[in-house]
């Protein structure tokens, strides 16, 4: 099958980044023809992948995302493919993964967040405006066949703010490779990286990983550990933002005990060197570093506003907030988890209901959808 794949960045760092480069392999792997439409991309030396360059004017958000959305419609346009699925919202796609979630709901869930006079400027946001534009046409002008959501969170939402059949919308979860992200990594990489980290052996280690910060709830977890009765904590942090605007929600004592770092290719060796991973997110389609951290035997505190948190049992292989803005409950959720005999059973369940999400899984689900429209 000859496949394109639009997708501004196509890198090997984030989640949602590292999901798509794992998925096109797994599909090239299987012997498909795959072809990459990317504004920024990592090289693939792989006989079953080319990578299409994509123009985009990066002068602010608004030109990029139109720029990128027209120049990867008529790039697509100019060849002939069995499918085009696009993980971007585009003005062309058979098939679009809502990787991203509805954005209308998002901008809902941070009005919550947010000063009055912040949110009145949506309504006059250029940005908003196209990307609203750019959704309404995928989901209700009928040209796309069909909307993959990657939870019925997000399936919801895209049902409760525009008008299409809901046959339209399949819900095919994230995978993640098992192999690569396991409960054996500890052996390998836990000592070693904690002791580059400076964390000692009794020492808790709380995993954050994800940009885009304000969606992800950091600051609600930074502020949280002031509220810890546990006091052999350390907070790893990882991601790409404005570091010093969210490490100022903690005091200086507890600052010491947060380590920030930038996101790094084998991001294995830190889920292997964490003892709990937290992702309080306002609003997270699925969130796959959850399933990454499930995955390495890690038990998660995550959000109701997380499409995650459909798949989690309540302290059994993980912890869901009821509201991600609630410091103390974070707290309270962190203290729970830092008591070895509560964590261990706990990580035993956390590797086994991540094995019903391998990417084999994954992929198969999106190949049956293709079939069907070809």
């Not at 392999?25 to 504004?39: E, Q, R, S, V, W």
């Not at 996101?263 to 292997?272: N, V």
């Not at 990580?347 to 198969?364: I, M």
Request: aromatic share 10%; net charge positive.
């Amino acid at each position: 099958m000859k496949i394109a794949v639009i997708r501004q960045k196509y890198v090997n760092y984030g989640g949602a980044e590292q999901f798509v480069s794992e998925y096109i392999t797994h599909l090239a792997n299987a012997g498909h023809d795959i072809h990459i439409f990317a504004n920024q991309w990592s090289s693939s030396d792989h006989p079953n992948i080319k990578v299409h360059p994509v123009r985009a004017i990066k002068l602010n958000s608004f030109l990029r995302t139109l720029s990128f959305a027209s120049f990867a419609a008529r790039a697509v346009r100019a060849d002939s493919f069995d499918i085009v699925q696009s993980h971007e919202r585009t003005w062309f796609q058979d098939v679009y993964r809502a990787g991203d979630g509805c954005h209308r709901e998002w901008l809902e869930r941070r009005a919550d967040y947010l000063p009055s006079a912040k949110r009145l400027s949506f309504r006059f946001n250029l940005f908003h405006q196209l990307v609203l534009k750019l959704e309404k046409a995928i989901f209700e002008n009928g040209q796309c066949k069909k909307i993959i959501a990657i939870s019925e969170m997000v399936k919801r939402d895209i049902l409760k703010h525009y008008e299409l059949p809901e046959d339209r919308i399949e819900v095919v979860y994230n995978g993640v490779r098992l192999d690569r992200f396991h409960p054996d990594n500890k052996s390998r990489y836990r000592s070693e990286v904690r002791k580059r980290l400076g964390i000692s052996d009794d020492e808790v280690m709380v995993l954050f990983v994800g940009s885009g910060f304000e969606r992800k709830g950091l600051e609600y977890l930074i502020k949280s550990v002031q509220y810890l009765k546990r006091k052999n904590w350390r907070l790893v942090l990882v991601g790409k933002g404005k570091w010093e605007r969210y490490l100022s929600f903690a005091s200086d004592e507890n600052r010491k005990k947060i380590i920030y770092l930038d996101p790094i290719d084998e991001i294995e060796t830190l889920y292997a060197s964490a003892d709990l991973f937290a992702l309080p997110s306002i609003y997270e389609p699925f969130g796959n570093a959850n399933l990454e951290a499930l995955a390495s035997g890690l038990p998660i505190i995550t959000s109701r506003n997380c499409g995650a948190a459909e798949i989690i049992t309540p302290k059994k292989d993980g912890i869901v907030l009821a509201e991600p803005s609630d410091a103390k409950a974070i707290a309270e959720a962190i203290d729970y988890l830092m008591d070895p005999e509560v964590r261990e059973p706990m990580s035993q369940s956390a590797r086994a209901l991540a094995e019903q999400f391998s990417q084999e899984r994954n992929a198969e689900a999106m190949l049956k959808i293709y079939e069907k429209l070809t």
